[in-house]
């Protein structure tokens, strides 16, 4: 069975200051996908950023880049230029077949970001 | 831009009863899903459906879970009977394809009392 885990429970980082989320994976498959999801305080999952495991280059999406080592399977969450509004709740996920091609997504047990002004 | 909704955002329930959770996925995708998240806990999967069959279920998704998509826009969960351990943060999701990033409802909050 495929596992997420994160052990950083909770972060600090002042405004402005990069901050990485750690994220390690176990998987047998060798096609498998990556994500990171933002959890604010009012609930809702909010996508972030995708890391395929072919994919050869690190995803981006502005602030958010993924430093994805498949050798040491981690894709840590790299925030640039923390921002006051980037504290939350942030899950690591990995995609896991299910039944009839479609797929699960399996979760981390989350890292709890506070960016201090 | 499109997104998943889903309602209530909050549903206060006496154990026992009977609850449905109502979800309408982002138009054109084609896979649902439910998550459950307790109070301080990971997310996790209770159930895929596609092609108005579930695809997965986990085993979390007893007897007392089934889901259905009464129309050609609403997704929905229903509880039979509530238990107070069914408290919790139900999200649905959506995809186009099977691979393509799901994409997550705000939730709704279940409390059980």
């Given at each position: 069975a495929q596992k997420i885990t994160q052990t950083q429970p909770?972060?600090?980082?002042?405004?402005?200051?990069?901050?990485?989320?750690?994220c390690t994976y176990d998987t047998s498959d060798q096609s498998y996908g990556l994500f990171w999801y933002k959890q604010p305080s009012s609930?809702?999952?909010?996508?972030?950023?995708?890391?395929?495991?072919?994919?050869?280059?690190?995803?981006?999406?502005?602030?958010?880049s993924?430093?994805?080592q498949k050798a040491r399977k981690s894709a840590n969450l790299v925030i640039s230029a923390s921002q006051l509004g980037d504290s939350a709740m942030y899950f690591?996920?990995?995609?896991?077949?299910a039944g009839w091609g479609t797929y699960k997504y399996i979760f981390g047990t989350g890292t709890r970001l506070k960016v201090l002004a | 831009e499109p997104e998943v909704t889903q309602t209530p955002s909050h549903q206060v329930?006496?154990?026992?009863?009977?609850?449905?959770?109502?979800?309408?996925?982002?138009?054109?995708?084609l896979y649902?899903?439910?998550?459950?998240?307790?109070?301080?806990?990971?997310?996790?999967?209770?159930?895929?459906f596609y092609n108005n069959e579930i695809s997965e279920k986990s085993e979390i998704f007893d007897d007392q879970?089934?889901?259905?998509?009464?129309?050609?826009?609403?997704?929905?969960?229903?509880?039979?009977?509530t238990k107070l351990e069914d408290s919790a943060m139900y999200f649905c999701a959506s995809s186009l394809s099977p691979s393509d990033?799901?994409?997550?409802?705000?939730?709704?909050?279940?409390t059980v009392l």
């Open positions: 909770g972060m600090f980082v002042q405004e402005k200051e990069a901050v990485t989320l750690d609930g809702e999952m909010i996508f972030l950023i995708y890391q395929g495991s072919y994919d050869e280059q690190n995803a981006t999406e502005g602030r958010y993924l430093n994805f690591c996920a990995m995609r896991e077949l | 329930t006496q154990m026992g009863q009977e609850v449905i959770l109502r979800c309408v996925p982002i138009s054109n995708h649902f899903y439910w998550y459950r998240q307790i109070l301080g806990q990971k997310v996790e999967f209770l159930v895929s879970f089934s889901v259905e998509r009464p129309d050609g826009s609403n997704f929905t969960l229903k509880i039979r009977s990033e799901q994409f997550f409802g705000p939730g709704t909050r279940l």
